[in-house]
């Protein structure tokens, strides 16, 4: 990650020990973290911070994964996400994080992953030229 600037990461997930590892690992690696349990949460501290990033479960009870991706899509676009997942399927068959891709996740991980994996898919989908909304003054 060390291409990658300092970010301010949004983590959504239902599993409290999910949220406090990819905290403790992304603030390790000089980020600033937030914390949601769902999507909801996550779309009002993506309202009052300014966010560089989403990670994101996908399969969450109250507001999930594909409806907060599309959410942030549409209201906050400049926003990049990270989709992740352990193999769930939709409806129709099609594998959450290929819809999550669809939907305008800009990467997805299968879980369980690894830290390296991680690092690698942010340093992936973060452009070299890319300017954290924290630097640009946006709140």
């Known amino acids: ?18 949220r406090a590892m990819l905290s403790r690992t992304l603030t390790e690696f000089g ?9 909801g949460v996550a779309l009002k501290i993506a309202a009052s911070q300014p966010i560089d990033l989403v990670v994101t ?3 969450m009870p109250e507001k999930e ?16 996400i990270l989709a992740m ?6 409806r129709n068959s099609l594998p959450y994080l290929e819809l999550a891709a669809r939907l305008g996740a800009h990467g997805t991980l299968q879980k ?5 994996e991680l690092v690698a898919k ?10 954290p909304a924290s630097a640009q003054g946006d709140a």
């Open 31 to 39: 980020h600033t973290t937030f914390v949601a349990e769902h999507g």
């Open 112 to 116: 369980p992953f690894n830290i390296s």
């Open 57 to 59: 479960d996908l399969v």
């Open 1 to 18: 990650m060390d291409k990658t600037p300092r970010l301010h990461v949004l983590i959504v997930d239902d599993h409290d020990e999910m």
């Open 85 to 90: 997942s352990g193999g769930h399927q939709n």
């Open 65 to 80: 994964g594909i409806e907060t991706i599309m959410a942030i899509r549409k209201q906050y676009p400049h926003i990049r």
């Open 122 to 131: 942010i340093d992936e989908i973060i452009p070299a030229d890319f300017v």
